[in-house]
């Protein structure tokens, strides 16, 4: 038997739980601070967030803003965060992945990557060789980052985007669903469109 406390009852969380299960994870519960939700995904909520460090089960943050992802991960002790790997997300054997980071369905990512900690790498995402992606980093569902890009921590890649070859994006920036990146943003902030550009 292989426990879990996912900490975030919410629909990520309900997809985290999802690729726990079938990576053969048999007892699931949820933490969450608000004290209204009591179920998730047909798991029960059992408590707060800051009860993960003293229940005994494995953790993973399933929250998507970046900041409280960071916040909470960074509260519970190493050994007993875990990363999870959906069985159908395709891996090259060289590539590391920080610890509480989740990737999901159908995700790609090719030699030489290297994927920080607490990271979400989405449902048919890819991410391709010598990628060098930060911690707290989203490549939203759908987005295709290609070879040799460098995405700075805490920076959501939004659905749809795609990001072309050697380029680098600072850490702290939203890019917009559908965006396409075609050169360097140097400086955190929203950018959207094809050519992307800054929009705040
Ligand atoms: C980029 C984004 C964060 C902007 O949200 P916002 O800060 O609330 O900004 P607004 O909606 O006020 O838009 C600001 C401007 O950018 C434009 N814009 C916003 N999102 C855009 C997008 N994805 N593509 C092109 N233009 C976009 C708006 O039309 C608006 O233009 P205007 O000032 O000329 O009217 C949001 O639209 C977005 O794309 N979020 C991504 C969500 C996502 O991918 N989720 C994935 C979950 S897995």
Known sequence: MRNL??????????VVADIARKNGYSEI?????????????GYSVIGKSSEAGTIDAGVIVGIG???VRKQIQESIPDEKLLTLIHPDAVI???VAIGEGT??????VINPGARIG?????NTC?????DCVVGDY?????????AGTVNIGSHTWIGAGVTVINNVNISGGCMIGAGAVVIRDICESGTYAGAPAKRVR
């Open 29 to 41: 519960v949820f933490l969450d601070d608000d004290e209204s939700i009591h179920e998730c995904g």
């Open 125 to 129: 995402s890819s991410v391709d060789h």
């Open 92 to 94: 090259a054997e060289d």
């Open 65 to 67: 803003n970046a900041g």
């Open 5 to 14: 406390a996912i900490i975030g009852a919410s629909g990520h969380g309900k």
């Open 102 to 107: 989740v990737v999901m369905a159908g995700a």
């Open 137 to 145: 980093v989203h490549i939203s569902v759908g987005a295709h980052v």
């Open 117 to 121: 900690k607490g990271c979400i790498i």
